[in-house]
């Protein structure tokens, strides 16, 4: 009996992956609710930026159902710059950069063009009316 080969493409991939313009910064935030600062949480699709985390802050929306995400204010879809910053804008975020890349602050996905990399996403847990948010 003859043995059979499997051959296979190991290949590289002549597309770069540019999802690693994000740095692996530790996350560790807590959010009081009962705070006026924090207190739109409470509602389904608000939202709030906290700075000072991740790689260009954070942004915290309440998804319903006391459920909540976390989203890096960074794009993830460009290096950092001044321009890579996400600005809120309802319940979605848009770069600053000329071609303007919209994500959902639901889903973290991208609206309009299909790219590469969605937002980096952190671990957000309710602990009585506290909002930890972590990696």
């Known amino acids: 009996m003859l043995p059979i080969f499997f051959l296979t493409n190991c290949g590289s991939d002549d597309n770069i992956n540019n999802c690693n313009f994000l740095f692996n910064v530790g996350v560790n935030a807590t959010l009081n609710l009962n705070l006026p600062e924090y207190s739109q949480l409470l509602f389904t699709s608000n939202s709030v930026y906290v700075p000072n985390q991740g790689n260009a802050g954070i942004y915290v929306t309440n998804v319903g159902n006391d459920n909540y995400r976390a989203w890096d204010a960074a794009d993830p879809n ?4 001044s321009c890579s910053l996400l600005q809120i804008d309802g319940a979605n975020v848009t770069c ?12 973290g996905q991208s609206l309009g063009d299909q ?13 009585g009316a ?4 972590s990696n």
């Open 78 to 81: 460009h290096a950092p710059s």
């Open 96 to 107: 600053g950069c000329a071609d303007q890349n919209e994500y959902s602050l639901f889903t």
């Open 115 to 127: 790219l590469q990399c969605g937002l980096k996403e952190y671990r957000v847990t309710l602990s």
């Open 130 to 133: 506290n909002l930890v948010i």
